[in-house]
């Protein structure tokens, strides 16, 4: 296949984002995510640790926040 014989589609996505899931993220990745690297880096004194329990941190509350979720709603329709 020869670079000529190649066709070019112009193609435009948009993508919609909630205003939700924007406020969501900023919250919880920014100001949580924020907050604990500054407590754990107090604690610790190492910025990798600090670093490491930011990320550990705010994915286990996204996991929790998740779990909570399907089970309510598990609950609301027994």
Do not use: P
């Not at 406020?23 to 990798?48: E, M």
């Amino acid at each position: 296949m020869t670079f000529l014989s190649v066709k070019k589609q112009n193609q435009v996505v948009f993508y919609i984002i909630k205003g939700s899931t924007i406020k969501k993220f900023l919250i919880l990745d920014c100001i949580t995510g924020t907050s604990l690297y500054y407590a754990i880096k107090i604690i610790s004194s190492s910025i990798l640790i600090g670093i490491v329990g930011s990320i550990v941190g705010t994915e286990g509350i996204k996991r929790a926040s998740w779990f909570c979720d399907k089970r309510l709603k598990i609950h609301n329709v027994v």
